[in-house]
């Protein structure tokens, strides 16, 4: 389902009508309605373009081949503390210079203290798109505080789209509730899921690999003073690697970097730009696109077997 097809479906907008300042625009402290990211259409190459940060590992759906394997993940929530040492630290080797900072999961609003987070992020980020990537289910029952917290903070949500979407009136009543705050809701992603496609076997050319990879530079994770160059890296060692044990792929020091020993930009996009060891099992440059569906927690929703 296309996004105009969906806000037409829910009875957000009519034939004729433009997304306007429920997709298109976002507001800002003085009200004015600005195109999303026009701050950064310069031309210097200074900034990171993208990272992520999981609030919570865990999820209140259960995807098959989700990215982030939250299906096997334990129950967790990342502690305010680590968080804010890590978003600091973060901020501190980039200047702040990172585009868009995506608060996620598994589901970001599990995690009742997600206002803090935030309200930390900002404090950090002052001139960077902060996004919170949701599945939307939770939306409607979200506090007014929560609301409000995000269209002052001027804070993005962008949520999924599933087939259970069509069946939800909660989801419309969300779109209502984010137009009265005046906080950008959209959402970002048709039925299918990509497919990780890891293989044992197949033993790929880093260099080839890495250079048509479709996460390379624009899928950066943050987890635990750890920086990740992709969700997939991630995933298998923390996921993957611990719940499919006999399929544990090897993972070496130079996929990961701590955060800590990291002492300038430079050096955070210096790390981008190199292959990564891991690369010879992942195939990221042809990623299957499946039909949503539940997961049943098997192997291969994940490896190419």
């Not at 503390?81 to 609003?109: H, Q, W, Y």
């Not at 005046?182 to 080839?208: G, H, W």
């Amino acid at each position: 389902m296309k996004r105009r097809d969906f806000l037409k479906d829910a009875g957000l907008i009519t034939a004729g009508c433009t997304l306007g300042s429920i997709g298109t625009y976002k507001f800002i402290e003085n009200k004015t309605a600005i195109k999303t990211n026009s701050a950064f259409k310069d031309k210097n190459c200074d900034w990171i373009s993208h990272i992520e940060i999981s609030l919570c590992y865990h999820c209140n759906l259960n995807c098959a081949r989700c990215m982030h394997c939250s299906p096997i993940a334990p129950v967790y929530y990342m502690p305010l503390d680590i968080f804010e040492k890590d978003i600091a630290r973060m901020s501190k080797i980039t200047n702040s210079k990172i585009r868009n900072v995506m608060l996620l999961g598994g589901e970001p609003l599990l995690n009742k203290n997600i206002e803090e987070y935030i309200k930390i992020t900002r404090k950090y980020f002052k001139n960077s798109q902060i996004v919170i990537s949701t599945n939307g289910l939770l939306l409607n029952d979200m506090p007014e505080q929560f609301w409000q917290t995000c269209a002052k903070y001027n804070i993005e949500i962008w949520h999924t789209l599933y087939p259970l979407h069509t069946k939800n009136p909660n989801l419309s009543k969300s779109y209502q509730k984010a137009i009265q705050y005046k906080v950008i809701l959209s959402p970002y992603t048709r039925y299918t899921f990509a497919q990780m496609n890891l293989d044992d076997k197949k033993q790929n050319k880093i260099c080839e690999t890495y250079k048509k990879c479709r996460y390379r530079i624009k899928s950066t994770i943050i987890d635990n003073g750890i920086l990740y160059p992709c969700p997939v890296i991630f995933s298998t060692k923390l996921f993957l690697n611990k719940y499919f044990k006999s399929k544990a792929l090897p993972i070496s020091n130079n996929d990961f970097i701590d955060i800590y020993k990291l002492n300038s930009i430079a050096e955070f996009q210096q790390f981008l730009k190199e292959p990564k060891d891991f690369c010879k099992y992942c195939n990221a440059q042809y990623v299957p696109q499946k039909l949503w569906a539940l997961s049943k927690k098997e192997m291969c929703e994940w490896f190419n077997i």
